[in-house]
C-alpha cells in the first residue's frame, strides 16, 4: 500500500506539470546570478587604499584624469582601473584589455584579475550566460573601432547592498569561432 501512495502522488505530480503548461524543467525560472566583486574588490563598499594593497605587485597605481587610477599587468596585456569618489571610495571597476605591451614575458597563467564568480578578460562569451544567465540586454558596441557586443546586467533585483550593474564586452561570433570577453566593468550602488 505505500508503493501506491508514492506511485499516486507521482502521477498526481505529474498531472499538475502537465496542466503547467510543460516539464519541471520547462517550469524552472531562468538562472540568474548578481555579482559583488571584480578583481577582488567591492564598488561601493572598498576604497581605494584596498586597491592599493590588493595591486600592490603592480605597482601603486597611475593616477588618470580625474579620480581615476590604473593598474597595467604587461605580461597578460591587461588593465585595472579603478573610479572613486572624493573621499576614495571605489565606485566603477573595470578590467579590460590593454593591447600594445612590449613586455617580453613567458607567463601564460591567468591573470589575478576576475569577477566573484570567476569570468576573466579572454574567457568565452558563453562563459558569461553560464555564469550570470540571460543579460537583461545585448547590444552593438565597438572599442577602438572593433565591432563588439555590449551584455547589461541590472542587479537591482538583489538589494541596494549589492553593486548594481555589470556591463561585459564581447568580440562578436564570427565563422563559428566563439565570441570572447574583452572588458569586464561593475559600478556600485552609488550611480
Known sequence: MRFWGRGSASVLAGCV?????GTPAQNAPAKRANETTLAGLRPGRDNLARAVEVNKRFGSGKQLQGEQTAWFDVCRDLSLTIDSDKVKKIEVIRVGEWPGSTADCTNSLPGPWKTGLGLRVGDATAKVA?????PDSRSPSTKGGQPLELWYYAFDWAGADVPQVMEVLCTQETEGKPGRVVEITLAGPSL
Not at 17 to 21: D, E, K, R
Not at 130 to 134: A, I, P, Q, S, V
Request: a neutral charge; glycine letters at 20%; hydrophobic letters at 50%.
Open 17 to 21: 506539470f502537465a496542466l503547467a503548461g
Open 130 to 134: 553560464e555564469l550570470y544567465g540571460k
